[in-house]
T-cell receptor
Framework: EVQLVESGGGLVKPGGSLKLSCTAS????????MSWVRQAPGKGLEWIGR????????????SAPLKDRFFISRDDSKNTLSLEMISLKTDDTALYYC????FGYGFHAVDIWGQGTMVTVSS | QSAVTQPASVSGSLGQSVTISCLGT?????????VSWYQQHPGKAPKLIIY???NRPSGVSNRFSASKSGNRASLTISGLQAEDEAHYYC?????????FGGGTRVTVL
């Protein structure tokens, strides 16, 4: 069974930093474009950014409002994806999903989702 | 980046059809055939139900269909069933970005 499992969420103070991880089972992340998507409590989905597979350059692209504070990286040897977040704000409180993008169902379709890890930014 | 707009809610009776719109711009929905739709039940992760404007992943009911005209994409749910009550989100590619719509709550009466 293909599965993405996020970890690293928790409570952090405004201005703090946090690094989320995502581990895959049943698929090799090296073959996939990976994205992070978040969902604030009671709100809609927000795309954070993506990292392409190494074969496509391994480059990153981010949502404009987040690009200076959120950073995506991958370690294909460990089959893991990371999201580093700095200068966190209360508005960053959300459930953070690790996802594949266009892995099995066409470009730019978010086709595999983890269950999410909750990040709460509060003093 | 600009938003992709969906109605906040739609409703329909059991067995009827409902259509959800997803209004973008000529830089996203109108330019690329990379519109997807997702279903999200409370407390669950979203599930891809349409990709590439009109295509259903394997295992998704053929009661879900979708189309696009200009800057507007649409998702139609035919023969509404109780389990269709959920939030639905569209997404569209825009150069270097992925945009999500604000989501539509579907209520089955």
């Amino acid at each position: 069974e293909v599965q993405l499992v996020e970890s690293g969420g928790g409570l952090v103070k405004p201005g703090g930093s946090l690094k989320l991880s995502c581990t895959a089972s049943g698929l090799s992340l090296s073959h996939a474009w990976m994205s992070w998507v978040r969902q604030a409590p009671g709100k809609g989905l927000e795309w954070i950014g993506r990292i392409k597979r190494a074969a496509d350059g391994g480059t990153t692209e981010y949502s404009a409002p987040l690009k200076d504070r959120f950073f995506i990286s991958r370690d294909d040897s460990k089959n893991t994806l990371s999201l580093e977040m700095i200068s966190l704000k209360t508005d960053d409180t959300a459930l953070y999903y690790c996802t594949t993008e266009g892995f099995g169902y066409g470009f730019h379709a978010v086709d595999i989702w983890g269950q999410g890890t909750m990040v709460t930014v509060s003093s | 980046q600009s938003a992709v707009t969906q109605p906040a809610s739609v409703s329909g009776s059991l067995g009827q059809s409902v259509t959800i719109s997803c209004l973008g711009t000529s830089s996203d929905v109108g330019h690329y055939n990379y519109v997807s739709w997702y279903q999200q039940h409370p407390g669950k992760a979203p599930k891809l139900i349409i990709y590439g404007v009109t295509n259903r992943p394997s295992g998704v009911s053929n009661r879900f269909s979708a189309s696009k005209s200009g800057n507007r994409a649409s998702l139609t749910i035919s023969g509404l069933q109780a389990e269709d009550e959920a939030h639905y989100y569209c997404s569209s590619y825009r150069t270097n970005y992925l945009l999500f719509g604000g989501g539509t709550r579907v209520t089955v009466l």
